[in-house]
């Protein structure tokens, strides 16, 4: 129900079950981490490649900031993914009953009270562990803060720059490329996680600032990073539409990105019951 997303306990990164993270809705768990080392191999090469070409201020860019995100985040997915895998191949050889699918019991797990006859329901715990929530906002900032990206280069930034793959794969692939993860993978979305991927954008407004203070120079030497974030001529019109797009726009798409869970997981229980 989408009205249990509105609790404040909604902030945290906390979900009962570990194999959301590593499992696909749809596919195998092979075939699921086939997909996964290959969209890995692709952006890791393109990373690589601007590393190569732009030296230490590609880093300078918070496009380069989050497509480097997006490569930690789909390392990290795969190495979720293999894990699991090398677990359910592990079970098979050592002839043990396949469970469920999901880390702890599917219906109830015991309270340690020493009072058998006090339960709580699995969906209300939180079996994940450290790494698993690392990896939860790794893919919220990716995600969210990725397709914020998309939108805000070609609606404002865009200017004269050269679309080539490069570019392509930077601000059109790089959402592309979670939208279809999130559709195929088990992953969960809070509604409330939005604030995460905005304080990664406000931390990165901040590191701009202090660049541009620095004397900072973008790779064609200006005195700035983007044109739209000149500090040294910046309009109240520019001022307004960053705000707009941080506490409009970015939850939007956030929004965008939980309703595709949800009709995600929706399908594939229309799926499952057939």
Not at 4 to 14: A, D, H, P, S, Y
Not at 51 to 68: H, Q
Not at 71 to 79: D, E, K, P
Not at 218 to 226: C, L
């Amino acid at each position: 129900m989408c009205g249990e997303e509105f609790r404040l306990r909604n902030f945290k990164f906390w979900h009962p079950f570990q194999r959301d993270f590593s499992e696909s809705r749809w596919l195998s768990l092979p075939v699921f981490v086939t997909y996964r080392v290959i969209v890995t191999a692709y952006n890791l090469g393109w990373l690589f490649y601007n590393m190569y070409l732009f030296g230490a201020k590609l880093f300078i860019y918070l496009t380069n900031w989050t497509f480097l995100i997006l490569n930690i985040y789909f390392v990290y997915a795969t190495t979720l993914s293999c894990i699991a895998l090398y677990k359910d191949v592990k079970k098979q050889n050592e002839a043990v009953p396949k469970a469920s699918g999901k880390d702890g019991p599917d219906e109830y797990i015991e309270i340690g009270t020493g009072d058998d006859s006090i339960s709580t329901d699995i969906h209300e715990v939180d079996n994940l562990r450290l790494h698993h929530k690392t990896f939860w906002v790794i893919y919220v900032i990716s995600g969210t803060a990725g397709l914020w990206i998309t939108a805000g280069y070609w609606t404002i930034l865009f200017e004269n720059d050269t679309v080539d793959a490069n570019n392509i794969t930077k601000h059109a692939l790089n959402s592309v490329f979670m939208v279809i993860d999130t559709f195929l993978s088990s992953i969960p979305i809070r509604l409330f996680h939005w604030v995460y991927a905005l304080l990664y954008l406000v931390i990165y407004i901040l590191f701009s600032v202090f660049y541009w203070l620095a004397g900072g120079t973008n790779n064609q030497g200006k005195p700035y990073i983007y044109s739209a974030l000149n500090y040294g001529d910046f309009p109240t019109t520019t001022a307004i539409l960053l705000v707009v797009f941080l506490l409009v726009v970015l939850p939007i798409l956030h929004l965008i990105y939980f309703g595709l869970t949800k009709l995600r997981d929706y399908f594939y229980k229309k799926y499952k019951s057939q």
